[in-house]
């Protein structure tokens, strides 16, 4: 790897790039360092002061082997994500001991709203006629009452939203993956997508987060659910709900637990299963949606939010869901293996 111009210290480890602004978006030069650091096999790590927020995209990507976003204080250095101490051993910076959280890490303000985030994979067979974007449509009108207002390959999108455009730029770069933005314009709103084309298919990975004053119950969205899975042939849907800031930006200390709301599980997870064996898993009660799909509410306001991870890993074992495990590392969401999802 020779050094790019957005890099500040390079080592045999990682790339570090440090920021000093409020608000850190993946713009292009660092959606191009993420990749090239994934090409080598080195990670990300990015500094900032404790006031920098990322936006949902960036904080999303900051993902794998030695990334991270690493906070500067003047008590010395923590990961923004984790809050877990960090020190520079040479080559990158580290966890050190002792693993207790750093307190500029837990001693944040308190949130003042919530993200509800939306993270579905939609499936299509191959076609010359296939035009993309549907899905990624449709889950923004029913979260925000209106369909995107534009969309990029970078933060920030200044193209208007346009599903033809967008299909047109898939296809030229297919089969190599493409990795898009979108926003919108009825709530706060920021998607990702990106586009992949597996043996004889091709498929979109969505994560929308859209900011909302109050928490939603799980059963708020069982309809949008029902809507996307009789449209599309959706293989998973999961609707995650966690304390976060008033826009789509993330704060580099805690704003508290979040929790899964609900998890729809496509016609490929439930294939060759009969009624009863879907209808409940353990204690978990599921809804059977027009489509086939079936929509398993996981979580209640004002519940212990492991009790709702919890039985997430109950579903995700009783079932076959497509990418997903038992193990699932609960920060589920990326897309695919290789988590970060950016053009290659």
């Given at each position: 790897m020779t050094a790019h111009p957005a890099v500040d210290v390079l080592t045999d480890r990682v790339a570090v790039v440090m920021q000093d602004r409020p608000v850190v978006a993946l713009g292009s030069w660092l959606a191009d360092v993420i990749r090239i650091c994934a090409d080598n096999g080195k990670g990300l790590q990015l500094v900032t002061p404790a006031a920098t927020r990322l936006t949902?995209?960036?904080?999303?990507?900051l993902d794998g082997p030695d990334t991270r976003w690493v906070v500067h204080t003047p008590d010395g250095h923590h990961d923004g994500q984790s809050g877990r101490p960090l020190g520079w051993n040479g080559a990158a910076f580290v966890p050190v001991d002792p693993p207790a959280l750093s307190p500029r890490f837990t001693d944040g303000p308190a949130a003042p709203a919530w993200h509800l985030t939306v993270t579905l994979q939609v499936r299509h067979p191959v076609s010359a006629r296939l035009l993309l974007g549907g899905a990624m449509e449709d889950l923004f009108v029913q979260l925000t009452g209106r369909p995107p207002a534009g969309w990029g390959t970078a933060e920030p999108a200044t193209q208007p939203w346009d599903r033809h455009t967008l299909t047109d730029l898939c296809r030229e770069r297919a089969p190599r993956r493409t990795w898009l933005c979108a926003v919108g314009t009825g709530a706060p709103a920021l998607a990702t997508m990106v586009v992949s084309r597996p043996a004889e298919s091709v498929l979109e990975?969505?994560?929308c987060t859209v900011v909302r004053g109050e928490p939603l119950e799980a059963d708020a969205l069982t309809d949008a659910g029902r809507g996307l899975a009789a449209a599309y042939d959706v293989r998973q849907m999961l609707v995650q709900q966690a304390?976060?800031?008033?826009?789509?930006t993330h704060a580099s200390h805690w704003t508290g637990l979040g929790a899964p709301l609900a998890l729809l599980a496509g016609a490929e997870a439930v294939a060759g299963r009969r009624g009863e064996?879907?209808?409940?898993?353990?204690?978990?009660?599921a809804s059977r949606l027009g489509s086939g799909a079936y929509w398993y509410a996981l979580h209640s306001y004002g519940e212990d939010p492991a009790q709702a991870w919890s039985r997430l890993e109950q579903v995700i074992a009783h079932l076959s869901i497509p990418s997903l495990s038992a193990q699932t590392p609960r920060r589920w969401g990326q897309p695919e293996a290789r988590s970060n999802g950016l053009q290659s």
């Open positions: 949902t995209a960036l904080y999303a990507a990975t969505i994560r304390p976060g800031q008033a826009d789509t064996d879907l209808r409940s898993v353990g204690a978990i009660s």
